[in-house]
């Protein structure tokens, strides 16, 4: 890593790609080396490069300074690489087997080598396609309670937990959360993106005063708890899957905020499954809903049981309503998840891929009403069972 580490930042060609690989002798002397650059995200360049002799790759993550999606007139902190691979590692030390390995970091080339999931599918892009994932929820669940509790107040001891609360601050990566989850899509702000066709309601968000002051709730919380390290960006586009594995990539989102964002995020990201499924996709879609939340729950319950910091945990009612609050507050993430993802900056393909306009006007409707609901009624809805009866409501 000696030659690397003494490296300015350059953003990386395909070429350059390789003969880092090589450099970094991350194959043997003889592989034959390719190299394809296929990040269809936003932020980043993802090269892949393959040995040509037996097949086998390794993944090159660099961030760029800026926004790829916006491009060079949005800035912003390579840094983020860093907090990427950190947070893979550290959420790797609690969930080997559900996160890629890391197999090289370098701050000032802002890259994070790591273990090529290509052989996995992309899950967003599984459920577009109608493919199902046997273990996704089983597995995204235990990832929520190990990841979270492990790096939570309960599991470490203080000091350890605020050192990690400044390895982790993560501001410039944060505040798009803010914005674009948060805020603008609350107001006739410029960043929001929606069909005309959608005028009238989204102009009902803007005017519903109940829903602001419940969002601006969600955003304090956001802001301020700094409970547990967040992967941060936990949408269906950032797990790869079989029927076999599960695996989270891209956490450069990843700071210490609330428990429930993480679980929020996953859940709209399945309800939007939901709404644009029917029979018994829909069906299997809100078995992944359920076990979501009964796997992250009873898990994250049992190790409360465990803290070794908690003093208080054998204090009647108050592990429960530690589970309360976060399922509550795990709704109202998603609610805001759902609106934004709908009439945000950046919207999501299940959407935005129903060529039938009004078919998917209509869709996108019960989006936004699936997102309001779960925002002003979280604190009421008392069980999983209650959020798929909702789902099973709203038309
Ligand atoms: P961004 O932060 O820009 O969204 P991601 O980490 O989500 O970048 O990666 C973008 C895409 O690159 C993924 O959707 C996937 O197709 C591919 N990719 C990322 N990491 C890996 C990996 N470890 N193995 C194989 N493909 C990967
Ligand atoms: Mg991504
Ligand atoms: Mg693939
Ligand atoms: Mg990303």
């Known amino acids: 890593m000696a030659v690397v580490a003494t490296k300015q930042y350059q953003s990386l060609t395909q070429e350059s790609a390789i003969?880092?690989?090589?450099?970094?002798?991350?194959?043997?002397?003889?592989?034959?080396?390719?190299?394809?650059?296929?990040?269809?995200?936003?932020l980043n360049y993802v090269f892949l490069i393959t040995d040509?002799?037996?097949?086998?790759?390794?993944?090159?993550?660099?961030?760029?300074?800026?926004?790829?999606?916006?491009?060079?007139?949005?800035?912003?902190?390579?840094?983020?690489?860093?907090?990427?691979?950190?947070?893979?590692?550290?959420?790797?030390?609690?969930?080997?087997?559900?996160?890629?390995?890391?197999?090289?970091t370098d701050e000032n080339l802002a890259i994070t080598v790591m273990e090529d999931l290509s052989h996995l599918t992309i899950v967003r892009e599984g459920l577009i396609k109608g493919e199902s994932y046997p273990k996704l929820s089983t597995d995204i669940?235990?990832?929520?309670?190990?990841?979270?509790?492990?790096?939570?107040?309960?599991?470490?001891?203080?000091?350890?937990?605020?050192?990690?609360?400044?390895?982790?601050?993560?501001?410039e990566l944060c505040k798009i959360t803010e914005d674009l989850i948060f805020t603008d899509p609350f107001f006739d702000h410029e960043t929001n993106d929606f069909e005309p066709a959608l005028q009238v309601e989204v102009e009902k968000i803007w005017n519903n005063k109940l829903l602001k002051l419940e969002?601006?709730?969600?955003?304090?919380s956001f802001l301020t708890e700094a409970e547990a390290l967040l992967h941060g960006d936990l949408h269906t586009g950032s797990v790869f899957a079989s029927e076999e594995e599960t695996k989270v990539i891209d956490p450069e989102f990843a700071f210490y905020g609330p428990i429930g964002f993480d679980i929020g995020l996953f859940l709209a990201n399945l309800i939007v499954q939901s709404i644009t499924r029917e029979g018994k996709q829909r069906d299997v879609i809100?078995?992944?809903?359920?076990?979501?939340?009964?796997?992250?729950?009873s898990k994250f319950a049992g190790f409360l049981e465990l803290s070794e910091f908690d003093s208080f945990k054998d204090i009647e009612g108050y592990n429960a309503f530690l589970l309360e609050k976060i399922f509550h507050d795990s709704l109202g993430f998603a609610g805001c998840e759902l609106i934004r993802r709908t009439i945000g900056l950046a919207h999501v393909k299940d959407l935005d891929s129903i060529e039938n306009e009004k078919k998917r006007i209509l869709l996108k409707k019960q989006t936004l009403k699936t997102g309001e609901r779960l925002i002003v009624s979280r604190q009421e809805i008392d069980s999983i069972d209650a959020v798929i009866e909702l789902l099973g409501e709203i038309k």
């Open 215 to 220: 969002v601006a709730k969600l955003k304090r």
């Open 19 to 42: 003969s880092l690989a090589s450099e970094l002798s991350l194959f043997p002397d003889e592989a034959k080396l390719t190299c394809e650059e296929i990040g269809d995200g936003n």
């Open 141 to 171: 669940g235990n990832y929520l309670a190990l990841t979270l509790y492990h790096t939570s107040d309960f599991a470490l001891h203080p000091f350890e937990k605020k050192a990690l609360v400044i390895e982790f601050s993560n501001p």
């Open 286 to 297: 809100h078995g992944h809903i359920r076990n979501t939340w009964t796997t992250f729950s």
């Open 52 to 104: 040509q002799m037996n097949g086998s790759g390794v993944i090159i993550k660099q961030a760029l300074p800026y926004a790829k999606v916006i491009g060079e007139s949005w800035p912003l902190t390579l840094k983020r690489a860093k907090i990427e691979a950190s947070a893979l590692k550290k959420h790797g030390e609690y969930a080997a087997d559900l996160v890629p390995k890391v197999y090289e």
